[in-house]
């Protein structure tokens, strides 16, 4: 098996996890709490969103799908390019209201696709090229790929597990 194939299944996996924790809930279900601080279902299923749509962007080279496809307004927030939900306080987790559970699962099909396009092009050596010099060492492509995989899968284990706390 190659890296492409590797990533794609990675990836290929997280629609299906993201639609799970969220199909059928309503949007005060999607927004409800499990403990007064900890994130809600619809919170962690658009920031997982998010973080992708931010650093697959950056690696493109090109506007997230957030800003320039009008999502912000479906989720009560302004197309910012910079909110990603890092370092949110509870205040600010609870300004994301997502209008509907397929709002969340549309969102994330639209970056999902973006990400599955960028994954299909490349080459193994495109995987070692350094994408972010910040860190030591620094970041490489497949690096930064598989941080982006791992953070999305546990937020998605996440949203599972809320929702079976919650009972929905």
């Known amino acids: 098996m190659d890296n492409r194939a590797l990533l794609t299944d990675l990836f290929g996996r997280l629609p299906e996890l993201v639609q799970d924790a969220v199909e059928g809930l309503t949007p005060d279900q999607l927004c409800q709490s499990p403990a007064p601080g900890a994130n809600p279902i619809g919170w962690l299923v658009w920031h997982l969103t998010r973080v992708q749509d ?21 989720f009560g927030l302004e197309p910012d390019a910079a909110n990603t939900g890092y370092a949110h306080t509870p205040e600010q987790v609870a300004t994301v209201r997502p209008d509907s559970w397929e709002a969340l699962v549309e969102y994330y099909a ?3 696709a973006r990400t ?3 994954i299909k092009r ?4 495109a995987l070692d ?6 860190w030591n060492p620094p970041v490489t492509l497949g690096v930064r ?3 982006v ?6 937020h ?8 079976g706390l919650l009972g929905v």
């Open 54 to 74: 931010d650093h697959v962007s950056e690696l493109l080279g090109e506007e997230q799908v957030w800003v320039g496809d009008g999502w912000a307004k479906r």
């Open 122 to 125: 490349l080459t193994d050596d």
């Open 149 to 154: 995989a791992s953070d999305d899968l546990q």
């Open 129 to 134: 090229r350094v994408v972010d010099k910040r």
């Open 156 to 163: 998605a284990g996440q949203a599972a597990y809320v929702r």
């Open 110 to 112: 639209a970056v999902s």
């Open 145 to 147: 790929l598989i941080s």
């Open 116 to 118: 599955l396009a960028l």
